[in-house]
Each structure stands twice: as C-alpha cells, then as structure tokens.
C-alpha cells in the first residue's frame, strides 16, 4: 500500500493508459501498459514508458478491441511478461496520483492482474483521478457529443 507519509500536494501525476483484449474483467487480459510521469511543481515530465504485452490467451480475446488498439498490425511487438511489466508500472507510479480517462477501468485490469501476482499497489484507492469526472463541470452545456478522448 502506498506511504501514508506523503501529502497529496507533494504527488507527481502519472497519466496511465491500458489496452486490454477486450472490455471483460473476467475474459479479457492487458496487453499494454502505457505511463507518463509529470512532476507539477517542477512543470515537467519525469519519465515516458509503455509495455506491450504478450497475450496469455489471445483465443478469448475479441476482434474489434485488437483492431482498435492496434494487436493486429503488429502482434509480434507484444512480447512483455505480464508480472515484470506490472512491476515495473508499479515502481514507476509509486507516490503518484493515479489519472486517465475512464481510469476505473485502467485500474480495474490492472488490480486484477496484480492480484495474480501478490503485487501490493503502490498507490491508495485514493489516489485516482478521472479525466472525464475533470471535464464535466467546464464542459456539460458544450455541443460535444461525449467525454471521450476523441472530444475533449
């Protein structure tokens, strides 16, 4: 669990994206692990690092998520081991607050697979924030069609 020690103001952000082999908790698996580091005292970006991972069952996995997400253009680019990429992310957000779009579901697959492991979270339940749930008070009488990506 993560330091109790550190004050929130004190946190870095991490900026966290995951691409999974479908939307399924039960079925489907991580296959990408992507985190942006950003240290907002000093404005700046502390580390860039993504992990593809090689899938443990890419039978249950569904076609239209490994379109959209790229597997099928290049499926020998995922080659990571799932436990050492998970530690890896874990070292890398460690005393960050946890942010993405729609990060529930991020955090979600990537709990689910460190349970797996054994692998303590470096960061508390608290320490999450949701790009979207950010949007929404600048942005609910605008003309966007959604709060995804694509239209923030």
Same mark, same amino acid.
């Given at each position: 669990m993560?330091?109790n =020690?550190i =004050?929130?103001?004190?946190c870095?952000?991490?900026m966290?994206?995951?691409e999974?082999?479908g939307l399924?908790l039960? %079925?489907?698996?991580?296959?990408e692990i992507?985190?942006?580091t950003?240290d =907002?005292?000093q404005?700046?970006?502390?580390e860039?690092?993504e992990?593809?991972?090689?899938p443990?069952?890419?039978?249950t996995?569904?076609?239209s998520a490994?379109k959209?997400n790229?597997?099928?253009k290049?499926p020998?680019?995922?080659?990571g081991?799932?436990?050492?990429?998970l530690? %890896?992310?874990?070292?890398?957000?460690?005393n960050?607050?946890?942010?993405g779009?729609n990060i529930?579901?991020d955090l979600?697959?990537?709990? %689910?697979a460190?349970k797996e492991?054994?692998?303590?979270?470096?960061w508390d339940?608290?320490r999450?924030?949701d790009?979207?749930?950010?949007a929404?008070?600048l942005?609910h009488n605008?003309d966007?069609?959604?709060?995804?990506?694509?239209?923030?």
């Amino acid at each position: 669990m993560a330091s109790n =020690k550190i =004050k929130y103001k004190d946190c870095n952000l991490a900026m966290v994206d995951v691409e999974t082999s479908g939307l399924d908790l039960d %079925k489907h698996e991580l296959i990408e692990i992507a985190a942006i580091t950003y240290d =907002k005292i000093q404005d700046k970006v502390l580390e860039e690092w993504e992990e593809k991972i090689k899938p443990s069952h890419i039978e249950t996995a569904s076609d239209s998520a490994l379109k959209l997400n790229g597997y099928i253009k290049n499926p020998n680019s995922y080659t990571g081991n799932l436990q050492s990429t998970l530690i %890896k992310f874990n070292n890398i957000v460690e005393n960050c607050i946890i942010c993405g779009q729609n990060i529930t579901f991020d955090l979600a697959f990537i709990e %689910k697979a460190m349970k797996e492991f054994s692998i303590v979270p470096s960061w508390d339940r608290h320490r999450r924030i949701d790009l979207m749930s950010m949007a929404w008070p600048l942005l609910h009488n605008t003309d966007l069609p959604g709060l995804g990506l694509r239209h923030l």
